[in-house]
């Protein structure tokens, strides 16, 4: 661990192994402009499994810290440990495959100085060339793919949002549940009162899955884990509704995904996209 210094921002980035896997994103991470307000938050099954690289990380961020946490058993559990070792005040997360511009951390920052709970990166595919690749991105991030203006929005792209930390500690021993499905998170906050704002200057590309075995896999547990959280309070007879109604989510996806790209007006994809 670094000298900790005050830092205006803690990132977390889970790994799931070592540091290799994380390598990319650290060395986007340190070309940001406003690197020295910067905690960098490593959360790892084990601190010995994480060398750290001194040319991502000396001299470089206000302060770094590695986290153990046995096992990642998913994503919502290495961040919900990453959030509660954090010690900024606003906390930012990333993902291995997810690679922020240069001034990505300036303006969230700059935002957060401001009385919103939680800021949203604009996302860019960096994988344009698939049509697999197009529709993961479309069903993720259509809402906030650049450019498009800044202003408030009812909820974040998953796993690459940031938020104040207090409100998110609120939770308790429910956070990690909760960010399991973020947009269930998202819907909470928003019902409570808190404001989310989209930063446009502030840009993420997320990288897309372009075979079709891991795409398919990948919708199907994300699907079974929204449905699981979302309907924890339901009924059972609410339960069944859905369930009945749930052939019908392709078309009620599809539809969402139309009429983003109709206010965006004509742009140049794979054959392919709408299919997938």
Known sequence: MTSPKPAAMSVVIVTPDDYETIRKTMR????????????????????????????????????????????????????AVGIRAASAPVVALLEDHSF??????????????????????????????????????????ATWWFPRPSGPIDHLPTHNGSFKRAALLAYGDDLETMLKAEIVLHWDLHAKGHAFYLESRARVFHMNFERLSSFLQVQFHAGRVFATVRARPWSFGRRIVYACGSPLIPLVRLRWVLGQLRARGPQAMPRGVMPM
């Open 28 to 79: 986007h991470t340190r070309a940001q402009s406003a690197r020295d307000q910067l905690e960098i938050v490593i959360v790892a099954p084990s601190a010995k499994d994480v060398v750290l690289d001194d040319a991502d990380t000396a001299d470089t961020f206000a302060a770094v810290q590695v986290v153990e946490a046995g096992p990642i058993r998913s994503l919502a559990h290495g961040n």
């Open 100 to 141: 922020p511009d240069p001034q990505w951390a300036e303006h969230i920052i700059e935002r957060h100085q401001e009385p919103w709970t939680a800021v949203a990166p604009a996302m860019g595919n960096p994988n344009p060339k698939s049509a697999i690749s197009w529709a993961d991105f479309l069903l993720g991030f």
